[in-house]
Structures are given as C-alpha cells and as structure tokens.
C-alpha cells in the first residue's frame, strides 16, 4: 500500500545540536502534518503544511514542505533537552484512501 | 475542555481471550480513528468513523478486529481470540471532522498485553 518515509529512525545529538528528519512519499501529498511523541506519552499535533514549497517556523522549529508536494522536512535549531521524543509526519496521498498515512517516526535523543 | 480518553490504560490478558478497549473522543468531534503502536513503532491505521459509520476499515489486521461507534460519541474496539502479536499500545484519536486537514488529537493509549 501507500507509504510514508521517515529517515533517519533514531538520531543522538548533543545539546545544542541541529537535527533534521526528513518524510518522503512516492506519490504526491495532499498535507503534511508533523505530530510530537514525548516517551510515555501520546502523539501531540505540532504544524500542518498545505502548499507546495511552503515554510513554517515554530520557534527553534522550521518545517518545510517540498515543491513537488512529495517530501517534507523538521529542522530543529540547537537542540534541547526538551527536544526529546519521536517525530513522526503524517499525510493524505491524493488518489488513496481517507485516513492520514503516518510515518514510522524518527526518535531524538540529546544528551547535556 | 476535556480531551481524548481511552479506557483501560492497561490490559493484561491470555491468549485466547477476547478483550474490549474504550474510546471518548473530544465533545463534538465527529471523526474518530483508532491506531496501534507497537513497541518502538510508529502508528498503524486501523479504522476510522464519520459519524458512526466506518468508511475506512482498510487497516483492520484480520477478522479477529472489529470496531463500533455509538452515533458520534463512544467507540470500543474489540479484539476476538487475542494473540500475543496483538500485544501493543491501542490509541484512538478524534476530530472535528473526517477532512484531512483537521488535527487529530489523541488519547492517552491503552497498553495491550498478551500472554
């Protein structure tokens, strides 16, 4: 079926560091929506994307959707302990069905 | 308001067993999902209603899973002859509608294990 991409699945950095997990889809994308998971917790709606190229930011947060409405991209800008937990990205393919295909999810850990 | 609220938090059961997972979505929110994530995993799509009608039950695992709405509020989800593969975190989500661009939000989860 439809899928998803999310790479990396883990990253460490230490804090202070950059960090970007990138979503990809073969097929194009309605939106893009990026979701929070702090471990132990739940998925938390962070952003939605719905234009082609369109940039959003979110204080240290920059969220990009691609030209061809195909990838997405979260950067996180000097990373904090607070950064921790699994992103995962979430998007309608065009001609499939009704529900939101999420990613697998890339999971952050950052040390002090 | 209230949010998302899903009961039990935790499951244990023996394979074999049927087990029945509980969701009340958000006041007003007429679209409601459920998704399973296994440990460390992402989110697997299961079932969505609009309303209480299902129009999207594509990713019900096998016959075992089924999944009923009471007109637009309370969902239960109910497992048949459970395996220990069913063993998972069980999150139901709910929004205002069934658009894609609405936000999902989700509940606390019910942590399924089998034995």
């Known amino acids: 079926g439809q899928q998803v991409m999310q790479i990396p699945q883990y990253q460490h950095v230490q804090e202070g560091e950059d960090f970007t997990t990138y979503c990809n889809s073969s097929t194009t994308l309605s939106n893009i929506q990026w979701y929070k998971q702090r471990p132990g917790g739940h998925p938390v709606f962070l952003i939605q994307l719905v234009k082609s190229g369109e940039v959003k930011k979110q204080k240290r947060l920059t969220f990009q959707f691609g030209e061809a409405k195909k990838n997405s991209s979260l950067h996180i800008t000097a990373t904090q302990t607070t950064d921790v937990g699994t992103y995962f990205c979430?998007?309608?393919?065009?001609?499939?069905?009704?529900?939101?295909?999420f990613g697998k999810g890339t999971t952050l850990s950052v040390s002090s | 308001g209230a949010g998302v609220s899903q009961s039990p938090s935790n499951k244990v059961t023996e394979k074999g067993k049927d087990v029945e997972l509980r969701c009340d979505p958000i006041s007003g929110h007429t679209a409601l999902y459920w998704y399973r994530q296994r440990l460390g995993q992402g989110l697997e799509f299961l079932i969505y209603?609009?309303?209480?009608?299902?129009?999207?039950k594509s990713g019900l695992p096998s016959d075992r899973f089924s999944a009923e709405r009471t007109g637009e509020s309370v969902s239960t989800l109910t497992i048949q002859r459970t395996q220990q593969e069913d063993s998972a975190v069980y999150l139901c989500?709910?929004?205002?509608?069934?658009?894609?661009?609405?936000?999902?939000?989700f509940g606390p989860g019910t942590r399924l294990t089998v034995l």
């Open positions: 209603f609009q309303g209480n009608s299902a129009p999207d």
């Open positions: 979430a998007g309608k393919i065009n001609l499939g069905g009704t529900a939101l295909i």
């Open positions: 989500a709910s929004s205002l509608r069934a658009q894609y661009t609405d936000t999902q939000y």
